[in-house]
Protein backbone atom coordinates (compact mmCIF):
# COMPACT_ATOMS: atom_id res chain seq x y z
CA UNK A 1 0.00 0.00 0.00
CA UNK A 2 1.32 3.26 -0.87
CA UNK A 3 1.03 5.81 1.71
CA UNK A 4 -0.23 9.63 0.29
CA UNK A 5 1.70 12.41 2.55
CA UNK A 6 0.66 16.08 3.40
CA UNK A 7 3.98 17.43 4.60
CA UNK A 8 2.91 20.79 6.82
CA UNK A 9 5.76 22.99 7.99
CA UNK A 10 6.37 27.04 8.11
CA UNK A 11 9.73 26.54 6.83
CA UNK A 12 10.60 25.39 3.34
CA UNK A 13 13.68 23.96 3.73
CA UNK A 14 12.29 21.59 6.17
CA UNK A 15 9.49 20.62 4.07
CA UNK A 16 12.05 20.20 1.21
CA UNK A 17 13.96 17.80 2.92
CA UNK A 18 11.21 15.57 4.16
CA UNK A 19 10.39 15.57 0.92
CA UNK A 20 13.29 14.51 -0.59
CA UNK A 21 13.41 11.62 2.01
CA UNK A 22 9.90 10.73 1.19
CA UNK A 23 10.00 11.16 -2.14
CA UNK A 24 12.94 8.23 -2.38
CA UNK A 25 10.75 5.61 -0.60
CA UNK A 26 8.87 3.92 -3.54
CA UNK A 27 5.32 2.84 -0.83
CA UNK A 28 5.01 6.70 -0.22
CA UNK A 29 3.57 9.60 -2.05
CA UNK A 30 4.09 13.26 -0.81
CA UNK A 31 0.08 14.88 -2.50
CA UNK A 32 0.78 18.12 -1.34
CA UNK A 33 2.74 20.90 1.19
CA UNK A 34 1.56 23.16 3.30
CA UNK A 35 3.38 26.16 5.23
CA UNK A 36 1.02 27.37 7.70
CA UNK A 37 -2.34 25.49 9.76
CA UNK A 38 -5.03 26.99 7.68
CA UNK A 39 -3.07 26.12 4.35
CA UNK A 40 -2.83 22.66 5.50
CA UNK A 41 -6.69 22.00 6.20
CA UNK A 42 -7.05 23.05 2.77
CA UNK A 43 -4.66 20.83 1.45
CA UNK A 44 -5.69 17.75 3.65
CA UNK A 45 -9.59 18.38 3.23
CA UNK A 46 -9.05 18.37 -1.40
CA UNK A 47 -6.11 16.10 -1.40
CA UNK A 48 -6.86 13.21 0.92
CA UNK A 49 -3.48 12.17 2.31
CA UNK A 50 -3.62 9.22 4.35
CA UNK A 51 -1.22 10.95 6.76
CA UNK A 52 -0.42 14.70 7.64
CA UNK A 53 2.64 15.64 8.94
CA UNK A 54 2.70 18.38 11.26
CA UNK A 55 4.79 20.89 12.50
CA UNK A 56 3.57 21.81 16.12
CA UNK A 57 4.38 25.67 15.73
CA UNK A 58 3.50 27.29 12.27
CA UNK A 59 1.79 30.49 11.68
CA UNK A 60 -1.82 31.53 10.92
CA UNK A 61 -2.81 28.18 12.58
CA UNK A 62 -0.87 26.50 14.70
CA UNK A 63 -0.46 22.56 14.30
CA UNK A 64 -1.99 21.39 17.29
CA UNK A 65 -5.37 23.63 16.46
CA UNK A 66 -4.89 22.68 12.82
CA UNK A 67 -5.11 18.81 13.79
CA UNK A 68 -8.36 19.06 16.35
CA UNK A 69 -9.72 20.87 13.64
CA UNK A 70 -8.93 17.92 10.98
CA UNK A 71 -9.37 15.32 13.28
CA UNK A 72 -12.97 16.01 14.12
CA UNK A 73 -13.82 17.12 10.46
CA UNK A 74 -16.43 13.74 9.62
CA UNK A 75 -15.57 14.28 6.14
CA UNK A 76 -12.04 13.84 6.11
CA UNK A 77 -10.23 10.24 6.97
CA UNK A 78 -6.97 11.84 7.74
CA UNK A 79 -4.39 10.74 10.39
CA UNK A 80 -1.54 13.02 11.37
CA UNK A 81 1.57 12.53 12.81
CA UNK A 82 2.94 15.67 14.91
CA UNK A 83 6.09 16.92 14.37
CA UNK A 84 8.07 18.93 16.64
CA UNK A 85 11.80 20.55 17.28
CA UNK A 86 10.75 20.78 20.75
CA UNK A 87 10.82 17.98 23.23
CA UNK A 88 7.81 19.63 25.23
CA UNK A 89 5.36 17.57 27.51
CA UNK A 90 2.73 20.05 26.85
CA UNK A 91 3.11 19.58 22.81
CA UNK A 92 2.64 15.75 23.41
CA UNK A 93 -0.40 16.28 25.77
CA UNK A 94 -1.72 18.54 23.34
CA UNK A 95 -1.04 15.99 20.34
CA UNK A 96 -2.70 13.74 22.01
CA UNK A 97 -6.03 15.64 23.32
CA UNK A 98 -6.54 17.25 19.16
CA UNK A 99 -6.53 13.26 18.39
CA UNK A 100 -2.78 13.12 16.80
CA UNK A 101 -2.06 9.15 15.78
CA UNK A 102 1.71 10.07 16.26
CA UNK A 103 3.94 12.24 17.61
CA UNK A 104 7.91 12.41 16.09
CA UNK A 105 11.02 15.25 17.51
CA UNK A 106 12.82 16.35 14.17
CA UNK A 107 15.76 14.91 15.04
CA UNK A 108 14.12 11.57 15.27
CA UNK A 109 16.01 9.31 12.87
CA UNK A 110 14.89 9.33 8.81
CA UNK A 111 13.96 5.56 9.30
CA UNK A 112 11.76 6.51 12.20
CA UNK A 113 9.80 9.36 10.56
CA UNK A 114 9.29 6.44 7.93
CA UNK A 115 8.28 3.80 10.07
CA UNK A 116 6.26 6.70 11.94
CA UNK A 117 4.27 6.79 8.64
CA UNK A 118 3.79 3.37 7.57
CA UNK A 119 2.65 2.77 11.22
CA UNK A 120 -0.02 5.61 11.33
CA UNK A 121 -1.57 5.03 7.61
CA UNK A 122 -2.02 1.87 8.88
CA UNK A 123 -3.95 3.03 11.86
CA UNK A 124 -1.83 2.13 14.33
CA UNK A 125 -0.11 4.80 16.96
CA UNK A 126 3.42 5.88 16.46
CA UNK A 127 4.76 7.37 19.10
CA UNK A 128 8.55 8.11 19.66
CA UNK A 129 10.45 8.04 23.35
CA UNK A 130 9.09 12.02 23.57
CA UNK A 131 5.66 10.30 24.35
CA UNK A 132 6.88 7.52 26.33
CA UNK A 133 8.78 9.87 28.83
CA UNK A 134 5.45 12.29 28.61
CA UNK A 135 3.44 9.24 29.66
CA UNK A 136 5.58 7.97 32.50
CA UNK A 137 6.29 11.24 34.26
CA UNK A 138 2.69 11.54 34.23
CA UNK A 139 1.74 7.96 35.48
CA UNK A 140 4.94 8.26 37.86
CA UNK A 141 3.03 11.42 39.27
CA UNK A 142 -0.50 9.90 39.28
CA UNK A 143 0.99 7.11 41.12
CA UNK A 144 2.99 9.15 44.01
CA UNK A 145 -0.99 10.50 44.20
CA UNK A 146 1.13 13.92 43.13
CA UNK A 147 -2.32 16.66 41.88
CA UNK A 148 -1.47 16.89 38.34
CA UNK A 149 -2.39 20.79 37.06
CA UNK A 150 -2.90 21.37 33.17
CA UNK A 151 -2.93 19.25 31.03
CA UNK A 152 -1.62 15.29 31.67
CA UNK A 153 -0.81 12.33 29.37
CA UNK A 154 -4.28 10.62 30.57
CA UNK A 155 -6.33 13.78 29.35
CA UNK A 156 -5.75 12.93 25.79
CA UNK A 157 -6.24 9.55 25.25
CA UNK A 158 -9.63 7.68 24.57
CA UNK A 159 -10.35 4.89 26.94
CA UNK A 160 -10.20 2.11 24.09
CA UNK A 161 -6.57 2.74 23.75
CA UNK A 162 -5.51 2.61 27.22
CA UNK A 163 -4.94 -1.29 28.14
CA UNK A 164 -3.39 -2.46 31.29
CA UNK A 165 -0.43 -3.73 29.04
CA UNK A 166 0.52 -0.27 28.08
CA UNK A 167 -0.12 1.52 31.36
CA UNK A 168 2.67 -1.42 33.02
CA UNK A 169 4.83 -1.09 30.09
CA UNK A 170 5.08 2.80 30.46
CA UNK A 171 5.05 3.02 33.99
CA UNK A 172 7.86 0.53 34.24
CA UNK A 173 10.21 2.66 31.78
CA UNK A 174 9.55 0.14 28.93
CA UNK A 175 11.05 1.45 25.82
CA UNK A 176 8.75 3.11 22.84
CA UNK A 177 8.70 -0.59 20.54
CA UNK A 178 7.93 -2.32 23.99
CA UNK A 179 4.93 0.07 24.56
CA UNK A 180 4.01 -0.14 20.96
CA UNK A 181 3.77 -3.90 21.24
CA UNK A 182 1.58 -3.59 24.33
CA UNK A 183 -0.82 -1.36 21.99
Do not use: C, W
Not at 41 to 51: E, F, I, K, W, Y
Not at 84 to 92: G, H, N, P, R, S
Not at 146 to 158: A, Q
Request: proline residues 4%; hydrophobic residues 50%.
Amino acid sequence: MTARVLIADDQEMVRAGFRMLLDSQPDIEVVGEAGNGQVALAVARRQRPDVVLMDVRMPVLDGIAATQQLISDPSVDTRVLVLTTFDLDEYVYGALRAGASGFLLKDAPPEQLIDGIHTVAAQGLGYTDAFTIAARNTLRNLAAGKVLSGPSFVDGLRVAEVTDAVIAAVASGSSEAVVRRAV
